[in-house]
Nanobody, 114 residues
Framework: QVQLVESGGGLVQPGGSLRLSCAAS????????MRWYRQAPEKEREFVAT????????NYADSVKGRFTISRDNDKNTMYLQMNSLKPEDTAVYYC???????WGQGTQVTVSS
């Protein structure tokens, strides 16, 4: 059974940090580029970051560049998103996505508020 399970979301103050994880199972994780997306209330889902199969290539949305870092550990079948200098506009449900297989996780809520 294919699963992508996000974790690590929560409530954080502006300027704070969070680390999201996406644990994969049921497919060959190392064969797929992976992405993070997010969806804020009443807005469309938007791309956040992507990472290649071995982790050598990454790319980010302009809105998070320099603040977020995507990474992966293929031995642990897990992808990460380190989020620093968080802003209220980063508030959203964050989803992981397996590009090769078109699999989505269920999402984890991130709320940035004082």
């Amino acid at each position: 059974q294919v699963q992508l399970v996000e974790s690590g979301g929560g409530l954080v103050q502006p300027g704070g940090s969070l680390r999201l994880s996406c644990a994969a199972s049921g497919f060959t994780f190392s064969n797929s580029a992976m992405r993070w997306y997010r969806q804020a209330p009443e807005k469309e889902r938007e791309f956040v970051a992507t990472i290649s199969t071995a982790g050598g290539y990454t790319n980010y949305a302009d809105s998070v560049k320099g603040r977020f870092t995507i990474s992966r550990d293929n031995d642990k079948n897990t992808m990460y998103l380190q989020m620093n200098s968080l802003k209220p506009e980063d508030t959203a449900v964050y989803y992981c996505y397996a590009d090769r297989y078109n699999y989505w996780g269920q999402g984890t809520q991130v709320t940035v508020s004082s």
